[in-house]
């Protein structure tokens, strides 16, 4: 489990292929792991993508990404000297300055325009429709892993306001207009959809068999 709040941008040293999997080493930033050594087998966030440590050294962890993985997020498309947000996972006594995260991307949008006002930006994501159907105005999104408020809610593509603090410390301020993005929707989301579709169903089945759709 994750907030969404990155310790900041990690630098890819090294891919190697593993059969139709990779194993991505990532040089962690600054800080990351100083108080609290990384240990084979914790979660880390890379991109908000959930990865195992399969390798440590200092600053250094190597993960392996499968199939699966690679074809529902834009990890697939790193090259060394790229990066990716990165963060560890939450303890029971850390802040949620953000929301819950699990770091299972729902897919991948695009960056549909980038709107700059001063140092602020407002940045615009097309996705498909069943993403922004858990989706709501002024709720939460996580974008590469960054927890996010959202700004407004269109059928096929959302936006978000970026302060400048989130450009500078993520590779936010690094995307450019067709870029992927990673999308997890706020959980929260999820569970009401399916709430609110099973109620639906309930109610189509009722009707299609003349019986009440709820207790008289």
């Keep these: 489990m994750f907030t969404g709040i990155v310790a900041g941008r990690g ?9 139709p999997a990779i194993d991505l ?8 792991a100083t108080e609290d050594p990384i240990q084979i087998g914790e979660s880390i966030a890379s991109n908000g993508c959930c990865l195992t440590v399969i390798r440590s050294e200092g600053d250094l962890c190597t993960f392996q990404a499968g199939a699966e993985t690679l074809s529902r997020t834009n990890l697939g498309r790193l090259k060394p000297g790229d990066f990716v947000n990165v963060e560890r996972s939450l303890r029971a006594a850390d802040r949620l300055g ?15 325009a980038i709107d700059r006002d001063g140092e602020w930006v407002t940045m615009w994501f097309r996705v498909a429709p069943r993403l922004t159907g858990q989706m709501v105005s002024k709720g939460s999104v996580t974008v590469d892993g960054v ?3 959202l700004v407004e809610v269109e059928s096929d593509r959302f936006s978000i306001a970026l302060i400048p603090h989130t450009l500078d410390v993520t590779t936010l301020g690094l995307r450019q207009t067709g870029d992927p ?4 929707t706020d959980i929260l989301g999820k569970y009401l959809e399916k709430m609110v579709g099973d109620l639906q169903l309930s109610s189509v089945k009722a009707a299609a068999s003349g019986l009440p759709s709820s207790p008289q």
Excluded: K, M
Aim: aromatic share 2%; proline share 3%.
């Design 25 to 32: 080493t990532v040089q962690l930033p600054a800080g990351a």
């Design 181 to 184: 993005v990673n999308i997890e």
């Design 98 to 112: 953000g929301h819950f995260v699990q770091g299972h991307v729902d897919g991948v949008a695009h960056v549909d």
């Design 11 to 19: 630098r890819v040293t090294a891919i190697e292929r593993n059969g």
């Design 147 to 149: 927890s996010l408020t």
